[in-house]
């Protein structure tokens, strides 16, 4: 993972209106409001349109939860996007991946998969290098897969694609509670 330098400040909550403050408040790990929320509460409106998205993605769409996370794993490692992939490291594991998955996630599809898990991987991998799912990922996940979650498949990455360019970009740090931190700041 690459690391980048912060180029968008925390922004100081005590100068969000009380609706925006508790809107970033709702974002906290151990007491914390976490990094992301920090920076992306610089712009509240965009925070509010994108925290309904991303919150639908996170947490009310149709894929199993270890699948999200394959994905959301695939494509941040792909993007070489530190605080997307310890975030989701740690969600991931509480997901149900283990340590040796996550290890393998960054590795690719051909790192000992079932078919299944393969074709997640594919499918990250595909929309990151052509912008399309392929022929043979799209069959393989829609062997088993409704079309709403083939959709939803198409979004996760999205999403996590756009989530990762943005982290990169505006170089948010990883939260003290996440390893990377002590390498990051030591």
């Given at each position: ?10 922004r100081d909550?005590?100068?969000?209106s009380a ?10 790990v151990?007491?914390?409001?976490v990094?992301?929320?920090r920076?992306?509460?610089q ?6 349109s ?6 639908y993605?996170?947490?009310g ?16 490692w792909?993007?070489?996007?530190p605080?997307e992939?310890e975030q ?5 594991k509480?997901?149900?991946l ?13 790192a ?5 898990e393969?074709a ?9 290098e052509n912008?399309?799912v ?8 829609f062997g088993?897969y409704?079309?709403?979650q083939?959709?939803d ?6 999403q996590?694609n ?10 948010v740090?990883?939260?003290d ?6 390498k990051?700041?030591?």
């Open positions: 993972m690459t690391a980048r330098k912060q180029r968008i400040p925390f909550f005590s100068t969000l609706e925006d403050r508790e809107m970033g408040e709702r974002n906290k151990n007491g914390e409001v990094n992301i929320f920076v992306l509460m712009n509240p409106k965009l925070a509010r994108w925290s309904r998205f991303a919150g993605i996170l947490g769409q149709s894929l199993p939860a270890r699948d999200r996370e394959i994905l959301i794993l695939r494509i941040g792909l993007n070489q996007a605080y992939w989701h490291v740690r969600i991931g509480s997901a149900g283990t340590d040796d998955e996550i290890d393998r996630i960054s590795k690719g599809p051909k000992g998969w079932d078919k299944h393969a997640l991987i594919q499918a990250a991998d595909d929309l990151y912008s399309v392929s022929d043979e990922t799209w069959k393989q996940l088993r409704s079309i709403e083939m959709m498949v198409v979004f996760t990455i999205g996590y756009l989530v990762s360019w943005a982290l990169n970009s505006f170089g740090p990883l939260d509670y996440l390893p990377g931190a002590q990051q700041n030591p």
